[in-house]
């Protein structure tokens, strides 16, 4: 069972930056994969960015690539994304997501936080 939790949620204009972090606890944090997700008003989950359970392996959406970055600190059972140049449409809810093996598809992620607001005003 793996517990998680989000923030760094929060309004900033277009163009400005912020880190979302997923803090994690229960067993074998290092042992997941771990998934970005998002879900604007309206519109289905959708895949952001995930990356393999020691960081070697990364996956981006097109959209946010150049601009996101994903990463993770084992040692602090966290997992970060870092999103620069934001947009209006990247206005949503984040999620962060945890399975065994890597994959971009929502629905097989095991276990989900709560999520945290994410608004980027024009």
């Known amino acids: 069972q793996v517990q998680l939790v989000e923030s760094g949620g929060g309004l900033v204009q277009t163009g400005g930056s912020l880190r979302l972090s997923c803090a994690a606890s229960?067993?074998?944090?290092?042992?997941?994969?771990m998934g970005w997700f998002r879900q604007a008003p309206g519109k289905e989950r959708e895949f952001v960015a995930a990356?393999?359970?020691?960081?070697?392996?990364?996956y981006y959406a097109d959209s946010v690539k150049g601009r996101f970055t994903i990463s993770r600190d084992n040692a602090k059972n966290t997992v970060y994304l870092q999103m620069n140049s934001l947009k209006p449409e990247d206005t949503a809810v984040y999620y962060c997501?945890?399975?065994?093996?890597?994959?971009?598809?929502?629905?097989?992620?095991?276990?989900w936080g709560q999520g945290t607001q994410v608004t980027v005003s024009s």
């Open positions: 997501a945890a399975r065994i093996l890597l994959t971009r598809n929502p629905n097989d992620y095991d276990y």
């Open positions: 229960g067993r074998a944090f290092s042992s997941y994969a």
């Open positions: 990356l393999s359970w020691s960081g070697g392996t990364t």
